[in-house]
Every structure is written in C-alpha cells, then in structure tokens.
C-alpha cells in the first residue's frame, strides 16, 4: 500500500472553497484505479488547516492520480489559495491487521 498525507494551509475565509474543491474532486478520485482512501480533515484547533490522506494500492496508482485531470483541477483552485507551501510525505505501509 502506498500513502501520501498532504498538509496545508489557507486563510480562515479561503479555506471553505478549499474543502469544496476537494469535495468536489473526491468521487472522482475515490473511482480511480487503485484509489482505497481519499479523507479531507480540517483541523479543529487551527482555523487555517487542512489535511489530505490518500491510500492507494501502490505508487504507480498514486502516479496516475498525480497525472489526472481531477489533480489539475484541484491544484488550479487550491494553490492560489494556500498561505504557504504544501507539505507532503509518502509512505509505504504493510497491513498487518483489518
């Protein structure tokens, strides 16, 4: 399994067009092959931050996703409203127990 956890941050007033956009995006994202887990979280003590978990079945799965159009469109609408630079980090993980 392949997961990437994706940080950033946006204004107070921007971030509900943030959330909307991934909203928007989720069901795409969640039909594409290898897609096993796309969740949007808001953090509830920082008013400007969002968190991104992605599962996919493996890094190529991740890479096609990272070629769609749903993630241009999503990078389009989300870029100009972070406050800084995103933060991603990608990991390799082993179910051990379901």
Known sequence: MFIA?????????????ALAQLDKERDEVRAMP??????IY???EDQHHVTL??????EASFAGYQASES????G????PLMTGAPTSRRFRA????V
Do not use: Y
């Not at 956890?5 to 067009?17: K, L």
């Not at 290898?34 to 969740?39: D, I, P, Y």
């Not at 082993?94 to 127990?97: D, G, M, N, S, W």
């Open 34 to 39: 290898g897609n096993l887990a796309f969740r």
């Open 94 to 97: 082993e179910i051990l127990e």
């Open 76 to 79: 389009a609408v989300l870029r």
């Open 53 to 58: 978990v992605h599962e996919w079945t493996d």
């Open 42 to 44: 808001e953090s509830r």
């Open 71 to 74: 993630f241009v469109r999503s």
């Open 5 to 17: 956890i994706v940080d950033f941050q946006t204004s107070a007033a921007d971030r509900p067009a």
